[in-house]
């Protein structure tokens, strides 16, 4: 049985709207929905520019809908988190009333049987709206909105910005050599495949030598040196971003392990301050106690605490620069 390991990556962030689709949201907790006019047309959502001409709007707005007519649709039936809605539901394409373009929302039908392109749909509004797409929950078949019991009101300022929370989940298969490598390193160990072609070292399970296209399994296997020098590094600053939890700048290093070719990147180095950090430095691994492990974040890359500087002269060989991987 293969084993998966299932990841996500999210990037918050927020963006500024602009006077056009700053005004569209507004609207939206007024439980209006606005289109813009550009020549004969009016277009839903609003846009800035003629999508004709590229020229500039001028900011004449007008409202459109509430209902609508389906015009294209597809059928979402195994919703995930990221979906609007947490049952089936359709996409669809709706051309509001007295707009000239389409504007993309669910619509919550019940069933993909009572989907149908030319149906009239009209939103089911949020009691609490906060100027963003979703205000509207979905559109219902009907022609009426559907208003929910106490209503969260309009929003008192013009709504200029907007959270937006991107992230993709995704699973990884396992391999056994991979599998084998994170329980050499909780023991404290780097677990290294050596190809006998070509003789070259991998770490991190990698299971082939990709210049041999040759397996590398148990036989291959091999413990990697503890000690290394550092032949790059980087000082970051960083970015208060949300789930960032340093706050100073700190040093990454990429260490060359003795006796090897096997280049770890961006590793940790202790007890060092930034202004000492220098390529040729001598580094030793410090794995973390059976009582620190306890501690380490869920999100820590085994038990590698880090690099601690050994005292040994530096190497200075001006080609170390050069290695990185
Ligand atoms: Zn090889």
């Not at 609007?84 to 929302?105: E, N, R």
């Not at 399994?217 to 550092?230: A, K, R, Y």
């Not at 003795?258 to 060092?272: A, N």
């Not at 890359?301 to 880090?306: A, Q, T, V, W």
Request: charged share 20%; net charge negative.
């Amino acid at each position: 049985m293969v084993q998966a390991v299932q990841s996500t990556i999210q990037f918050p962030y927020k963006r500024s709207l602009g006077p056009v689709v700053g005004a569209f949201m507004t609207a939206l907790t007024d439980r209006r929905i606005i289109g813009i006019r550009s020549g004969d047309r009016v277009i839903v959502p609003p846009l800035e520019w003629n999508p004709d001409t590229g020229d500039e709007l001028a900011h004449d707005f007008v409202d459109v809908g509430p209902a609508g007519t389906v015009v294209s649709w597809s059928w979402v039936a195994r919703p995930t988190v990221q979906h609007p809605l947490d049952h089936p539901f359709a996409f669809a394409l709706v051309q509001l009333d007295g707009a000239d373009t389409t504007l993309l929302h669910a619509v919550d039908a019940g069933s993909i049987d009572a989907m149908s392109t030319g149906m009239r749909v009209a939103p089911r509004w949020r009691a609490a709206r906060i100027g963003h797409i979703t205000d509207i929950e979905a559109f219902v078949p009907g022609e009426e909105p559907v208003m929910p019991a106490g209503d969260g009101g309009p929003a008192e300022e013009p709504v200029t910005m907007m959270d937006y929370n991107a992230s993709i989940t995704y699973s990884l298969p396992v391999t056994p050599n991979a599998l084998r490598a994170e329980q050499a390193n909780a023991e404290g160990r780097f677990l290294g495949l050596r190809c006998p072609e070509c003789g070259r070292t991998y770490t991190g399970g990698k299971g082939y030598c990709p210049v041999d296209a040759l397996e590398l399994t148990t036989e291959h296997e091999l413990d990697l040196p503890q000690h290394g020098t550092v032949t790059n590094y980087t000082i970051i600053t960083p970015v208060q971003y949300p789930g960032q939890t340093e706050t100073d700048p700190f040093a990454r290093v990429h260490v060359w392990l003795d006796d090897t070719d096997v280049i770890l990147g961006y590793q940790p180095l202790l007890d060092t301050p930034n202004d000492d950090v220098r390529i040729g430095m001598r580094v030793a691994a410090v794995w973390a106690s059976e009582a620190e492990k306890a501690d380490l974040a869920a999100t820590a890359e085994g038990s590698l605490l880090g690099w601690m500087p050994t005292g040994e002269p530096d190497d200075d060989d001006p080609s170390l620069v050069n290695r990185i991987q």
